[in-house]
């Protein structure tokens, strides 16, 4: 696969101005990296208040100019020397969540968080390291972020024993990662009872996929009655219920569930406090887990004696551990975690990059889970 002299990328100049396409030259495959030829790029939702409206998350940082775009999938292009097993023509789920090679506690995401430290700012500073995202023609990857993809069993047509997905079902992959990272530090089994909420945005909804492909019984739990009848309806093993916000209440809703033996916490970044935790780890049986994975700006009180009479444990998780991807995408490849529309989502995959407009309006009228907007790039 030859590289082409220069490549379009949009391009965020300013928060609360358009986009610009920008023509920008190719760049080479330096050592510890690839470049990737992007296939299909994945929209959020929360991106035109982000990047067109100006409302951002105080929690996420990445200054302009940057390439938006966090979850994708590309072939490989060209790739460094000094790949042991990665090879031009290869299928790859793009992710953007970087770490320092000589410190892996200095963390970013791609063209959303600078992180806390300046050790971790050190890796989205530059612009020729990892600020940008994904939405280009090609974009250049640590080696370590692009996880090869088993394509015959993804794209592979169902009558030839494929699960038939299309390119644009796949990106939403590097959401899951995020849930199953979450469930990997509380150490879910299958079989157990997992309380999720709020379940019905892009990635409360995400985690109910993949709590149920586990092998969890999943509570799901939200205001919204219409979100969770689809969840329900689109996902093995899951149980609905709307909650108050009053924890009294709620512990008694939930308590119909029987034992609870761990929650996954997903509050919104736009709200001051979680909703439901309090609910949450009143409703945990004895030893029971909870993670919290959301990004609320306030705080929360727990009841400190009850907590330890019951031994229970909550910890907080960003993102994922390099092998949470690799098991994620097994669960795909084997046809437990299911996508695009066999998982009761409707995917809008045929926008171009000059079609950004329309791509990202489209992504906030869908806030729900349950709608995937992407942007399809030609071989
Ligand atoms: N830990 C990580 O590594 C990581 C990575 C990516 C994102 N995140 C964070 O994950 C969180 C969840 O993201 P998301 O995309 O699923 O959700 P989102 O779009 O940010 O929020 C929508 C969800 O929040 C609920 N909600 C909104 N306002 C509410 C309110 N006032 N009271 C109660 N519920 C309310 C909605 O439930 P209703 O159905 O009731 O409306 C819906 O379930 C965000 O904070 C995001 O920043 C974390």
Sequence with gaps: MSLPATYLALVCREYGQPLALETRPTPAAVPGSAVIKVLSALVDPSEKSRLLMNKRNIHFSQQPPFVPGNCAVGRVAAVANDATTLRVGQLVLLECFVRGRDDPNAQALRAVFEGPSPSAKRLTHQEDLWRDGHWAEYTRAPLETCWPLDEKALLGRVEEGGLGYKMSDIPYLAKHAIAYGAFRTID????????????????????????????ARTIAVSRNVDALRKLRESIPRVETVALTGNPGEDVKLLSQFGPIDAFLDFTPAGI?????????????????????????????SLPYGLMVGKNITIRGSLMYQPEDVRGLIKLAERGLLKLGKSSGSEVFGGYTLDQHDEAITKAHEHQVWGTQVSFELEE
């Excluded at 879910?188 to 985690?207: C, R, S």
């Excluded at 004895?286 to 993670?291: A, T």
């Design 188 to 215: 879910l089994k299958a079989g157990e009872t997992i309380v999720i909420g709020p379940a019905t945005g892009n990635h409360g909804g995400a985690a109910v996929q993949v709590a149920s492909a586990m092998g």
């Design 272 to 300: 001051q406090t979680p909703p439901y935790l309090k609910a949450f780890a009143l409703s945990l049986k004895p030893y029971g887990r909870g993670v919290l994975a959301g990004f609320p700006h306030g705080d929360v």
